[in-house]
């Protein structure tokens, strides 16, 4: 049974430029949140999708969009990105219940030049 | 509005010896709590939650985490500590009186076990 997966490892861009990161959630579960490491802190919430709908957002701009799939994979967007998008992108995949764990993939590291 | 504090920035324990990661909470109500590792490089491995019961929750690796309401505190313990156990150590809360609310995590504890 696969877990979470993401896509790509790594990537690097330039300022003002856009990005596409895609996460697989885990087999059997419909929920998808992503979170945004920097360096040194601890996760912190972007959004979360359930029936290919946003359903909770966190403290993050409108540069910052996602969307969810069908078979509910998601990807997370951000658009006109400066140095301080540079960080760990994490996805989790749970069940969407409060008691459920959430379970994440290894990362995609955001290196903004 | 619910929050995590792990008070040290760092643990250094011997392998061999018992080592707890401290984690105090705030949040309304009977919390959901969680502690997750992180090796370099690497995503957030799930160790173990706390819902609801025995306040002594096992998890996985050998670790345990004792939820203390009167303290709220939840602190993640080892009896013998190992080498691979070296890692970035996040407590997570979730209110669960705020609906399907995302985790709040804690800045992090680096642990080195020292041979």
């Known amino acids: 049974d696969a877990g979470v997966t993401q896509s790509p490892t790594h990537l690097i861009k330039t300022r003002g430029q856009q990005v596409t990161l895609r996460c697989s959630p885990k087999?059997?579960?419909?929920?998808v949140s992503w979170y945004q490491q920097a360096l040194g802190q601890g996760p912190q919430f972007i959004f979360q999708?359930?029936?290919?709908?946003?359903?909770q957002r966190g403290n993050f701009p409108d540069r910052f969009s996602g969307h969810q799939f069908p078979n509910y994979s998601s990807e997370l967007n951000v658009n006109a990105l400066w140095l301080g998008d540079s960080a760990l992108y994490l996805c989790?995949?749970?069940?969407?219940?409060?008691?459920?764990?959430?379970?994440f993939g290894p990362g995609t590291r955001l290196t903004v030049l | 509005a619910q929050s995590v504090a792990q008070p040290e920035d760092q643990v250094n324990v011997a392998e061999g010896n018992p080592l707890t990661v401290k984690c105090t909470y705030s949040?309304?109500?009977?919390?959901?709590l969680f502690w997750y590792v992180q090796y370099p490089n690497r995503g957030l491995q799930f160790l173990l939650k706390?819902?609801?019961?025995?306040?002594l929750v096992k998890g996985s690796y050998g670790f345990e985490a004792e939820f203390n309401k009167s303290q709220t505190s939840f602190h993640l313990k080892k009896p013998s500590a190992l080498v691979s156990d070296s890692a970035l150590y996040f407590c997570?809360?979730?209110?669960?009186?705020?609906?399907?609310?995302?985790?709040?995590f804690g800045k992090g504890t680096r642990l080195s076990v020292i041979a």
């Open positions: 949040v309304s109500g009977n919390p959901y």
């Open positions: 999708y359930y029936e290919e709908e946003e359903r």
């Open positions: 087999s059997g579960h419909d929920t």
């Open positions: 706390y819902i609801t019961g025995d306040n």
């Open positions: 989790a995949s749970s069940s969407g219940q409060p008691t459920d764990t959430q379970y």
């Open positions: 997570a809360v979730r209110d669960p009186f705020s609906g399907n609310t995302p985790l709040v």
